[in-house]
Each structure stands twice: as C-alpha cells, then as structure tokens.
C-alpha cells in the first residue's frame, strides 16, 4: 500500500507553466507504475500520462502531448507533472494514482489501486 500527496497546482495565465508533484509513502514506490489523471466540473475523469516503475516509457493524452511531461524520481518517492504552454481547457483537478500489478503503465484510471487527493489547476485567458 501507498499513500500520495499531490502539489504545485495553482493559477496560471495560458500559455504559463505549472510543475506537479506526487509524493509517495514508503519504500516500495519503485514498484509502482504512476499515473497523473485530471477531471474538471461536470466532467468525467480523463487520463493524462503515465510512467513505468522505472521511468523508462511514457503515454500521455493526445491533449497533452508535446506539452506535458512526465517524470519520477524513485529516490525521492517522488512523480512529477511539467505542464507548459497551458490553456484554459487543461483547468481541472489533477489527481495521481499508483499500482503496482500494472505490467508497464496504463492510461486506465480502473486499473490503478490508489489515489491521491487532487491539486487544482487553473488556467486564466
């Protein structure tokens, strides 16, 4: 079992930067694929990108992609989300999620076991 904590969420004009972290409980964080989801309101929950245990592949929505990166750091426990040149569609609540029986990643928001408790995003026109 582990236990996340999403930070760095914030207002921002478009075309502005944001960084996310996700910090991890435990010792066992590199067995874990992450996952980074986000749902605005009255939205459903929608997948942003996802890493491998050891970082090494990466998915991301076409949304995002080009402009979003994702990143871990398993000796910090830590998962990252870079997010430039934002617009105001990517305002949502930014969730991570960790499972460990995830054979590489997956950009299913059913196949993670755990959850963090969100970060808002907002992006001003």
């Known amino acids: 079992q ?20 996700c910090a991890a409980s435990g010792r066992t964080f590199r067995n ?23 970082g090494g592949s990466t998915d991301y929505a076409v949304a995002v992609k080009g402009r979003f990166t994702i990143s871990r750091d398993n000796a910090k426990s830590t998962v990252y989300l870079q997010m430039n040149s934002l617009r105001p569609e990517d305002t949502a609540v930014y969730y991570c999620a960790a499972d460990q029986s995830i054979i590489l990643y997956s950009t299913d928001s059913a196949k993670y076991d755990f959850w963090g408790q969100g970060t808002q995003v907002t992006v001003s026109s």
């Open 32 to 54: 874990y694929a992450m996952g980074w989801f986000r749902q605005a309101p009255g939205k459903e929950r929608e997948f942003v990108a996802t890493i491998s245990r050891g």
């Open 2 to 21: 582990v236990q996340l904590v999403e930070s760095g969420g914030g207002l921002v004009q478009a075309g502005g930067s944001l960084r996310l972290s």
